[in-house]
């Protein structure tokens, strides 16, 4: 069966291929043997099974291959080929395609942005003025966290077109922050979490939001071979209020199936992690 992904949002369908991908887990066992060659390989496969709008992901999904010196024109060469159809004028509507990759820079333009993607070298992406600051606002915290960080990478999915000119522009594009070890993270509380959690022998899951809003809890990791239950970890942030303290109670309460570990970040450091 084929993933169906037609009503998430950009930033859901990022998530939902990081997991399909199985980018979530980790375990010490794999530090340092997971690079952008290892990301490629499984968002690729991820993608080869997913489907929008009734079409293959892959074939309207560009990520780019790992960079090599002496493949640049033959990696070059199997870009514009995937690309070239955002360029061929058309009846109807226009053909826009996805691009997932890290970000290596937002360089200053006339008009906007430049948007440089690692392992792209020389591909240039146009982000006008107005959807430049949008992106700001939206993704504040991802910026942030981004720019305060040096071994976290800053992940981007966009919707691209093309000019009659041969200029590649962005429709619409979102943010997501990860580790270095690609783990996805949305603040600095779960930065910490998932840096310790990092240590651990045993596997843990990063949890995704998808299409929730970032009001709502949401079991931020989960470590399913904790014993006697597996369990889920809840990290309560400063500004919560009461209504996110009952939705909290409630999702505890309806999964009898899971144990809980929650760190509430105005009483204190992080309580020790399950056994």
């Not at 949890?207 to 597996?230: D, G, K, S, V, W």
């Not at 996110?244 to 929650?262: C, E, T, V, Y």
């Amino acid at each position: 069966m084929r993933n169906e992904t037609k009503k998430l949002s950009l930033r859901g369908l990022l998530h939902f291929l990081w997991h399909e991908s199985g980018l979530t887990e980790w375990t010490s066992h794999w530090t340092g043997k997971r690079h952008w060659w290892q990301v490629y390989q499984h968002l690729s496969e991820a993608a080869r099974r997913m489907e929008v709008r009734g079409q293959a992901l892959a074939d309207r999904l560009l990520i780019p291959e790992p960079f090599r010196a002496g493949d640049k024109a033959a990696i070059e060469q199997r870009r514009a080929q995937k690309l070239v159809g955002l360029f061929q004028a058309a009846a109807g509507a226009k053909k826009l395609m996805v691009l997932v990759g890290e970000i290596k820079e937002f360089a200053e333009a006339r008009n906007g942005r430049q948007v440089v993607i690692k392992h792209m070298p020389g591909f240039r992406l146009y982000l006008e003025e107005p959807a430049w600051r949008s992106l700001q606002r939206r993704f504040a915290t991802e910026l942030m966290l981004w720019q305060s960080t040096e071994t976290l990478h800053l992940m981007a999915i966009m919707t691209i077109g093309g000019t009659p000119a041969g200029i590649t522009t962005i429709n619409e594009i979102a943010l997501m922050a990860v580790t270095e070890h690609w783990l996805p993270i949305e603040s600095a509380y779960e930065q910490l979490l998932v840096d310790r959690l990092g240590r651990l022998r045993s596997k843990s899951v990063k949890a995704l939001r998808f299409n929730l809003p970032r009001i709502h809890p949401l079991a931020n990791a989960i470590l399913p071979e904790a014993r006697p239950l597996p369990c889920a970890l809840y990290i309560v942030p400063p500004d919560a209020g009461d209504d996110f303290q009952a939705a909290l109670g409630k999702m505890i309460d309806a999964r009898p199936d899971l144990g809980s570990w929650i760190w509430r970040v105005t009483e204190g450091e992080m309580p020790p992690l399950p056994a």
